[in-house]
């Protein structure tokens, strides 16, 4: 009996060629960034580089040889899972109760700055695209995607611009998002530096830019003494791993059963955009199930079923880590740059991307000498990195000024999801309204206008429209 499928077929090397790719691209992108000073100053994570990398040499491939190194499709499907499997490992970790309490408030407003700068981008987005609409004919609603690529990260702007272009007309909605959140990497990097080079001119920074910090490891980060040993029969690692792939199918039958809902039509035509928003939502579902599955762990192991802590939170570290850095790196190669021959691609995503890195800076400024006056420079660089990149991006410029993580800034990029998925889940219900017409979209608009607002009235009771407060 024959499958009709033969080992030397593409079919069969396609996912392995496309993942060397991808890890090669990182491994010569982490190469110029140790070996070149000048890369190294520029923080710009590896696989932000690498995904560039990638990105030249298949155009170089395409035009001059006819030949695509990689398909497309399969990026965007990595990119669309990196975010879900990256959130749920995140979700899985045994999370200590801070003792010193000293992030209660700081994580609160946090939290409410995160959302009121997604909020910020939404209304210059906005404002930007659907005046341009009028002048030459861009997509109205493509301006929200900018809070999306910036502040979410390269996993919701490929989510909601394939969405925009498969079910709204957007065309070529899907480059314009993972475009956005490209750029929004260029953007903290070069943020990054500008703030740097501010506080070495203040003489509040005399370090190097993008020089290497040293991890202190010890063996219990691995293999605590209640923890399934490493010498198990079954891989350690490999229980991580199956773990977060549990949690993350539970979401995705959940989400599944949400579609079979909507196909029998008792939603009416309420369950397209339902649909829409549900499968969008992905990595809020993983993270949802991560919860359910840890805590159902957790409860096996204090009621004695389970003789050993199966949860490792450096491997889910690690987990999270490898997702995030394949979805940034898969999201950046996709991009179709044929897209930005076109005036009404490349005009909008142009200012917006500009106009979004300028006032994120000066708002984040703004907000960081009032709000957090003990620690502003850690605040604002890992605020600042965190809403044009990726929570990484925070991290690596905060490891800037804080090396060893001794401020609060850093407990706060940890401790304020909570407040920022509270308060900003309104705007995500706004992705599905925005594009159904011109009307909505300036709807949209002035609702968001009105929730930004309401965020800083919340971050008033704080000073912040007052002075300056005193370090």
Same mark, same amino acid.
């Given at each position: 009996?024959?499958?009709?499928?033969?080992?030397?077929?593409?079919?069969?090397?396609?996912?392995?060629?496309?993942?060397?790719?991808?890890?090669?691209?990182?491994?010569?992108?982490?190469?110029?960034?140790?070996?070149?000073?000048?890369?190294?100053?520029?923080?710009?994570?590896?696989?932000?580089?690498?995904?560039?990398?990638?990105?030249?040499?298949?155009?170089?491939?395409?035009?001059?040889?006819?030949?695509?190194?990689?398909?497309?499709?399969?990026?965007?499907?990595?990119?669309?899972?990196?975010?879900?499997?990256?959130?749920?490992?995140?979700?899985?970790?045994?999370?200590?109760?801070?003792?010193?309490?000293?992030?209660?408030?700081?994580?609160?407003?946090?939290?409410?700055?995160?959302?009121?700068?997604?909020?910020?981008?939404?209304?210059?987005?906005?404002?930007?695209?659907?005046?341009?609409?009028?002048?030459?004919?861009?997509?109205?609603?493509?301006?929200?995607?900018?809070?999306?690529?910036?502040?979410?990260?390269?996993?919701?702007?490929?989510?909601?611009?394939?969405?925009?272009?498969?079910?709204?007309?957007?065309?070529?909605?899907?480059?314009?998002?993972?475009?956005?959140?490209?750029?929004?990497?260029?953007?903290?990097?070069?943020?990054?530096?500008?703030?740097?080079?501010?506080?070495?001119?203040?003489?509040?920074?005399?370090?190097?830019?993008?020089?290497?910090?040293?991890?202190?490891?010890?063996?219990?980060?691995?293999?605590?003494?209640?923890?399934?040993?490493?010498?198990?029969?079954?891989?350690?690692?490999?229980?991580?791993?199956?773990?977060?792939?549990?949690?993350?199918?539970?979401? *995705? #039958? /959940?989400?599944?059963?949400?579609?079979? &809902? $909507?196909? @029998?039509? !008792? %939603?009416?035509?309420?369950?397209?955009? +339902?649909?829409?928003?549900?499968?969008?939502?992905? *990595? #809020? /579902?993983?993270?949802?199930?991560?919860? &359910? $599955?840890? @805590?159902? !762990? %957790?409860?096996?192991?204090?009621?004695? +079923?389970?003789?050993?802590?199966?949860?490792?939170? *450096?491997?889910?570290?690690?987990?999270?880590?490898?997702?995030?850095?394949?979805? !940034?790196?898969?999201?950046?190669?996709?991009?179709?740059?044929?897209?930005?021959?076109?005036?009404? *691609?490349?005009?909008?995503?142009?200012?917006?991307?500009?106009?979004?890195?300028?006032?994120?800076?000066?708002?984040?400024?703004?907000?960081?000498?009032?709000?957090?006056?003990?620690?502003?420079?850690?605040?604002?660089?890992?605020?600042?990195?965190?809403?044009?990149?990726?929570?990484?991006?925070?991290?690596?410029?905060?490891?800037?000024?804080?090396?060893?993580?001794?401020?609060?800034?850093?407990?706060?990029?940890?401790?304020?999801?909570?407040?920022?998925?509270?308060?900003?889940?309104?705007?995500?219900?706004?992705?599905?309204?925005?594009?159904?017409?011109?009307?909505?979209?300036?709807?949209?608009?002035?609702?968001?206008?009105?929730?930004?607002?309401?965020?800083?009235?919340?971050?008033?009771?704080?000073?912040?429209?007052?002075?300056?407060?005193?370090?």
């Amino acid at each position: 009996m024959t499958t009709g499928m033969n080992l030397w077929d593409a079919t069969v090397w396609n996912f392995v060629i496309t993942m060397t790719l991808l890890f090669s691209a990182m491994l010569i992108a982490n190469t110029l960034c140790t070996t070149i000073p000048a890369l190294r100053r520029l923080m710009i994570p590896s696989s932000v580089l690498g995904g560039f990398i990638l990105l030249i040499v298949n155009t170089i491939f395409k035009n001059c040889f006819h030949i695509e190194l990689y398909q497309t499709s399969l990026l965007e499907i990595l990119t669309y899972h990196g975010l879900g499997l990256g959130f749920a490992a995140m979700a899985l970790r045994n999370v200590d109760k801070k003792q010193d309490n000293r992030s209660k408030t700081g994580a609160f407003d946090t939290g409410i700055t995160v959302v009121s700068t997604y909020l910020l981008q939404a209304i210059l987005g906005l404002a930007v695209t659907i005046i341009l609409y009028y002048a030459i004919g861009s997509f109205f609603a493509s301006g929200i995607l900018l809070p999306m690529g910036y502040g979410q990260g390269p996993g919701q702007a490929y989510t909601w611009g394939h969405t925009y272009e498969a079910s709204y007309g957007f065309a070529n909605g899907t480059s314009f998002g993972l475009a956005v959140s490209s750029m929004g990497f260029v953007s903290a990097s070069l943020g990054g530096v500008v703030y740097l080079s501010h506080l070495r001119r203040k003489g509040r920074f005399s370090g190097e830019a993008g020089k290497d910090a040293m991890d202190n490891m010890t063996l219990d980060q691995y293999a605590g003494s209640t923890e399934v040993p490493l010498s198990e029969s079954m891989d350690k690692f490999t229980i991580q791993v199956a773990l977060v792939f549990i949690a993350y199918i539970l979401a *995705f #039958l /959940f989400m599944k059963g949400v579609n079979t &809902l $909507v196909d @029998t039509g !008792v %939603l009416g035509g309420l369950g397209n955009t +339902i649909q829409s928003m549900v499968w969008g939502f992905q *990595f #809020l /579902f993983g993270t949802i199930f991560a919860i &359910l $599955v840890r @805590t159902i !762990v %957790l409860k096996l192991r204090k009621s004695g +079923i389970m003789k050993r802590d199966y949860i490792n939170n *450096f491997m889910m570290n690690r987990i999270s880590g490898f997702m995030f850095d394949i979805m !940034v790196i898969a999201s950046i190669a996709a991009i179709n740059l044929n897209a930005f021959l076109i005036p009404s *691609f490349i005009i909008p995503l142009t200012i917006i991307c500009v106009l979004g890195a300028v006032a994120s800076y000066i708002y984040l400024r703004f907000v960081c000498r009032r709000i957090f006056p003990m620690y502003e420079d850690q605040a604002f660089l890992s605020l600042y990195g965190m809403l044009t990149g990726t929570a990484s991006t925070g991290a690596i410029l905060l490891r800037e000024v804080d090396p060893k993580f001794e401020t609060q800034a850093s407990d706060n990029l940890v401790y304020h999801q909570p407040w920022a998925i509270l308060f900003g889940f309104p705007i995500f219900l706004l992705l599905g309204v925005a594009p159904q017409s011109i009307g909505k979209c300036i709807l949209t608009l002035g609702l968001v206008i009105v929730l930004f607002v309401v965020m800083n009235v919340i971050l008033q009771r704080k000073g912040i429209f007052g002075k300056k407060k005193q370090k």
